[in-house]
């Protein structure tokens, strides 16, 4: 069973920056891909990229590419999301989610095993 602990929301201004942690414990995460969703408030859960732990392979949505990055630190079984040039339109609640061997551009929220709790963005001036 693996646990995943989002943490680094907030507010931030138009135009900002934000990084995002996902720690996992439970389980040796090394054959685990990792996607990060959003959710904002009366729409589906979208997802936005997905990183490969073995190798930190990333496969970003066209919507988000540019924006949005991945990267993560093995040694502490950490994903980041780091979040440039935020928009209003970026608000919402952040989910990672994780799972063995998944394909990175299945982002769709039901394959997932593992979620999150989530971490609220407000992008807003």
């Known amino acids: 069973e693996v646990q995943l602990v989002e943490s680094g929301g907030g507010w931030v201004q138009p135009g900002g920056s934000l990084r995002l942690s996902c720690a996992a414990s439970?389980?040796?995460?090394?054959?685990?891909?990792v996607a990060w969703f959003r959710q904002a408030t009366g729409k589906e859960r979208e997802g936005l990229l997905s990183?490969?732990?073995?190798?930190?392979?990333?496969y970003i949505l066209p919507f988000v590419k540019g924006r949005f990055t991945a990267s993560s630190d093995n040694a502490r079984n950490t994903v980041y999301l780091h979040l440039n040039s935020l928009k209003p339109e970026d608000t919402a609640v952040y989910y990672c989610?994780?799972?063995?061997?998944?394909?990175?551009?299945?982002?769709?929220?039901?394959?997932?095993?593992?979620w999150g709790q989530g971490t609220q963005v407000t992008v807003s001036s």
């Open positions: 989610a994780a799972g063995p061997q998944k394909p990175m551009n299945a982002l769709t929220p039901f394959i997932w095993d593992y």
């Open positions: 990183i490969r732990i073995k190798d930190g392979s990333t």
């Open positions: 439970g389980s040796t995460f090394d054959d685990y891909t």
